[in-house]
Every structure is written in structure tokens, then in C-alpha cells.
């Protein structure tokens, strides 16, 4: 039996606007590899020895950093690491992007690079070796949270806004529609499509396939909805819908419900038992 574990825990309240959850990981293996879905930004800190890589939709194929950025992501990524494998992230939202790295997304999206090009050895390596020694997801947070407070310059009113709005489009509608956060947000479509691919990587509709993908992935791989409910999401019919998951997940609807990899089956199961101590959005996805 494989061994392998994934705990998560939710950040502080005043953090929650820029991570998504933080989580621990720990494979047994001599060699991991699986494949992650579409997800938000992450910030990884490789706490075992041994070369990682990832490789993207898009064929690109690059080495990880024992602490490195994963932009946010649009398709399926397979990762690869020698084992054991050890490892501890955090998910970075729109805002914790903009906040943190301040640089467009869409320049990240789908790749790797390396972390302490980007903050610093000193401040980096003090907290890798912090986190080799915790032995628990708690102890590890404990480190992180004041590393995210002093990573977050300043906080940008107009970002917040911002995100909050879009995470809000993109939770509350079955298929969002640009025009409808167009209203929202009270700016032009020139406007809102710059600045989606600023701090989320990807424009408006690139999201909203995303993210309609990825509910309809996990709800049908909890048995919350019915097929026919998840079809009613905006897909055309059942071919489409089936197109667009696996563009997204790597897997077919099938695939993700019944024969699941262990790290989907992992991160699908405990997203969504955090129910309302997250967001919908990520709860949901």
C-alpha cells in the first residue's frame, strides 16, 4: 500500500484573502508521480532531498527548486519527485499574488521558478529549515503565517476589491457570464480582461471554464449532483462537459469519480469536508 499523506489547515482570518489553505505532504515512496489539476498559485517548500520536476499541458517540461512558485495553473500538471518526498505549500490567491509578488500572473501561468530569486536566500532558507524541523502541519504553520505577513508588502485596496468581486462571479454562477462581471465591477471589457490575467493568470472566460470544470468535477466525484444537474452548469451537452473536465483535471468525469489518483482523491475529499471554514470557491474545487 502506497503511503501517502495530505493535511490541510486553514489560515488566520487575516490571511485569508491571500492563501487558500495551507497543507503538509508526505509520500513514502522511492518515486512520486501523479498528476494535479487546474488550481490557484502555490508557494512549495520541498522539505526532502532529490531532484522534482513538473510537466505542463503544454509539453513545457522544468525542474522545481527545492523552494519555488508554481503559477497559477490552466490544465492538468504532472509532477514528478524522488522519494521519500516531503513537502510544505500554500495556496496563493489573485490577491495574495498581487500582494506578494506584485508581477502579471499570465507571465507565470503553467510554469515554475525559482523562490528566492524572487524574496531572498536569507529569509527563504531560514524558513526552509524551520519547516524541516516541524513535525506536524501545526507546527509548520505556525512558521508560515508570520513569513506571509512579512511577504505581504502592503495591502492594495483596489486588488481586494477586485478579487473579491471576480471570486464572487466565479462562485455564485453555474457558467459565468463576462457581462455580468462587467456590471459588477463597473469597468470595460478591455479593463477587466487586463487585469484577470494580472493576478489570475488567464482572462475572464479562461476562468470561468476553469472553474465551472472543476465544480463539476468534484461534485460529480461526491455524488452531490446528478449528471444531468452538472450538464445544466453551461456545458452544451454531455460531450462538452466531458471535454472540459479532462482538459482541466486530466481525467474524464468518469475517470475522477471512480478511478481517481490518489492525490485528486486526496485534495477532492478534504476540500470539501472543510465546507464553510473556506471559501466557496475553494471549497467547491
Known amino acids: 500500500m502506497v503511503d501517502v499523506q495530505l493535511d490541510y489547515a486553514v489560515p488566520a482570518a487575516d490571511l485569508t484573502e491571500y492563501v ?19 488550481d490557484y498559485a502555490q508557494l512549495r ?18 525542474e522545481s527548486s527545492e523552494i519555488h512558485v508554481l503559477g497559477p495553473t490552466c490544465g492538468p500538471v504532472k509532477a514528478r519527485a524522488i522519494g521519500p518526498l516531503r513537502l510544505f505549500g500554500m495556496g496563493l490567491t489573485a490577491a495574495g499574488w ?33 519547516f524541516s524541523k516541524a513535525t506536524s502541519v501545526e507546527e509548520c504553520v505556525a512558521i508560515a503565517e508570520p513569513l506571509m505577513r512579512y511577504l505581504i508588502q502592503e495591502r492594495c485596496v483596489g486588488a481586494l476589491r477586485f478579487v473579491r468581486q471576480v471570486d464572487t462571479w466565479l462562485a ?41 470544470a472543476l465544480k463539476a468535477a468534484v461534485a460529480l466525484a461526491s455524488e452531490a449532483e446528478t449528471l444531468d444537474d452538472v450538464i ?34 486526496l485534495v477532492t475529499a478534504q476540500r470539501t469536508a472543510l465546507g464553510d471554514k473556506v471559501s466557496l470557491l475553494v471549497g467547491r474545487t
Open 98 to 130: 498581487t500582494a506578494i509578488l506584485g508581477i502579471d500572473a499570465s507571465s507565470m501561468l503553467n510554469r515554475t521558478v525559482d523562490a528566492i530569486g524572487l524574496f531572498g536566500a536569507a529569509k527563504m532558507r531560514t524558513a526552509l529549515r524551520a
Open 45 to 62: 517548500f520541498r522539505l526532502s532531498p532529490g531532484a522534482a520536476q513538473y510537466s505542463f499541458a503544454d509539453g513545457l517540461l522544468q
Open 172 to 212: 455564485d454562477s453555474p457558467s459565468p457570464d463576462i457581462e455580468d462581471l462587467i456590471a459588477l465591477t463597473h469597468l470595460s471589457r478591455r479593463q477587466v480582461e487586463r487585469k484577470c490575467k494580472a493576478m489570475y493568470g488567464a482572462p475572464p472566460k479562461m476562468l470561468a471554464r476553469k472553474y465551472r
Open 232 to 265: 445544466e452548469r453551461g456545458f452544451y451537452d454531455q460531450s462538452h462537459m466531458i471535454r472540459e473536465v479532462k482538459e482541466f483535471t486530466g481525467m474524464t468525469p468518469r475517470q475522477f469519480h471512480a478511478e481517481p489518483t490518489l492525490l485528486s482523491q
Open 20 to 38: 487558500t489553505l495551507f497543507y503538509h505532504f508526505r509520500a513514502d515512496v522511492p518515486i512520486f508521480e501523479d498528476v494535479e489539476r487546474a
